[in-house]
């Protein structure tokens, strides 16, 4: 069987090339001449841990190539996953299907012979109906099948989770095609991955069920972070002490700033789009909606109290402005919101992350970006710790000091509070 990923992002590639280095013959395609030229050299447009190597390994033993020309690729392949990108619509909060519709067309016109197509890509109830429809105009049925096998993988992450996923979900009715894909999946499954095979609409729902109940849980405990707060209780013991009922469990229920990146924002507002499409109410994911957009102004105005009320002027570090670590992403980083609002306060900013300068404060008042965590806290009033990278976990504080001590305000609740403060360093942290 050979795959075809059409779109070298995220998912497409980290897939791609997970499945290659499960044996599988793996075209990733994408209309960007200059990323698949970039791909064939063995360089990685995105930043993530380990992808890198695996390309290249399974580039140079030829069971993954890469090709812009996207009708070859459909002809030669079995198995063909869409992975193009289903961003917000401008304007609006539905997903922007346009790239999904696009590629079923042109996958329409080269079906030779019988093809299984699988939107990997998170896309809304009901748009295997679609792409269905479109390949009917073309093709007879018996000639393809349309899947959903959402991803959910994190960035950072994303080779761990492909390899050791939770669970496979496919989204077909279709027994033959069903079976295709859970062999393709075994090797997975053998490692411990659950198996679900369902119907398409269900397989859809559950990925945008899935980051909406994770985007909840994050709230909150950032919610009951700012009553921890007000009441001398730590969160931490809270997020323990819940997480240990097994209903519950405990992860993602770390105190911090706003959630943001590429899924949560995005997938949170198009699955209340889609619910109101069927005129149903979502009211518990709108809220979050809204009080994950409230979270950046409650720590900016931490930052305000912290300061006494005096921004302008104040020299204030940033570690960490991406939306998490182990990720270059901005997207929808809190740092977006949080940098702008303190600059035209008049504060004096300069940043250090670990992967770098960041175009997006380029036209900021007063915003530096520096290449060392030492450059950047020199002379700082408040040095905020806004993503868990490593690099920020063992810092010696004090020998970073030269002249006056700063306030530490660690987002991240990384330090212990009892030791920052014995170094003679004000700290605070969130929900405590
Ligand atoms: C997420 C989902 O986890 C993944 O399954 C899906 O396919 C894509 O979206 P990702 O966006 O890479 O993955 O990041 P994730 O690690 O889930 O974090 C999302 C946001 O939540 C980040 O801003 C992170 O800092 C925040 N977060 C996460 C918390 O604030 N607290 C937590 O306990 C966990």
């Given at each position: 069987m050979k795959l075809c990923m059409i779109g070298t992002g995220y998912v497409g590639l980290v897939s791609g090339v997970c499945f290659a280095d499960l044996g599988n013959d793996v075209i990733c395609v994408d209309k960007d001449i200059s990323k698949i030229n970039l791909l064939k050299k063995g360089k990685v447009p995105i930043y993530e841990p380990g992808l890198s190597e695996l390309v290249i390994k399974n580039y140079k033993n030829k069971r993954l190539s890469f090709s812009s020309d996207l009708k070859k690729s459909i002809i030669e392949s079995d198995i063909i996953f869409i992975c193009v990108g289903t961003p917000t619509k401008k304007g609006g909060s539905s997903a922007d299907l346009r790239q999904i519709y696009k590629v079923s067309k042109e996958i329409s016109s080269s079906i030779n012979k019988f093809k299984i197509i699988i939107t990997k890509s998170t896309v809304p109830v009901t748009t295997g109906d679609e792409i269905e429809k479109i390949l009917s105009k073309k093709n007879k049925k018996k000639k393809f099948s349309v899947v959903s096998n959402p991803e959910f993988l994190r960035e950072g992450e994303a080779i761990r989770d492909f390899i050791y996923p939770d669970r496979v979900v496919i989204g077909t009715n279709d027994k033959k095609t069903g079976k295709i894909l859970k062999s393709l999946y075994s090797p997975l499954i053998s490692k411990g991955a659950s198996y679900l095979q369902t119907s398409r609409r269900a397989a859809e729902l559950i990925k945008y069920a899935s980051n909406a109940f994770l985007a909840t849980k994050i709230t909150f405990i950032n919610e009951i972070a700012n009553l921890c707060e007000k009441t001398g209780i730590n969160v931490e013991d809270i997020s323990i002490g819940m997480g240990l009922d097994k209903r519950i469990g405990s992860r993602f229920l770390r105190a911090g700033p706003a959630y943001g990146g590429s899924c949560f924002p995005k997938d949170t507002k198009a699955i209340i789009s889609t619910a109101d499409k069927f005129k149903t109410n979502l009211s518990v994911i709108k809220s979050v909606i809204k009080s994950n957009e409230n979270r950046s102004k409650i720590l900016l105005d931490r930052i305000y109290q912290i300061l006494n009320k005096k921004i302008k002027n104040k020299k204030i570090a940033f570690l960490g402005v991406t939306?998490?670590?182990?990720?270059?992403d901005m997207r929808d980083s809190s740092s977006l919101k949080m940098i702008p609002w303190l600059s035209k306060k008049g504060a004096i900013i300069t940043y250090f992350d670990p992967t770098g300068y960041k175009?997006?404060?380029?036209?900021?008042?007063n915003v530096t970006n520096k290449t060392t965590i030492k450059e950047a806290v020199q002379g700082s009033n408040l040095v905020v710790i806004h993503t868990e990278w490593n690099d920020f976990?063992?810092?010696?504080?004090k020998s970073l000091v030269n002249g006056k001590k700063f306030i530490i305000f660690d987002m991240r609740n990384i330090y212990s509070s009892s030791k920052i403060k014995d170094q003679g360093f004000k700290y605070y942290s969130v929900g405590k």
């Open positions: 939306f998490k670590a182990n990720t270059d175009d997006e404060f380029s036209s900021l008042k976990k063992s810092i010696n504080f």
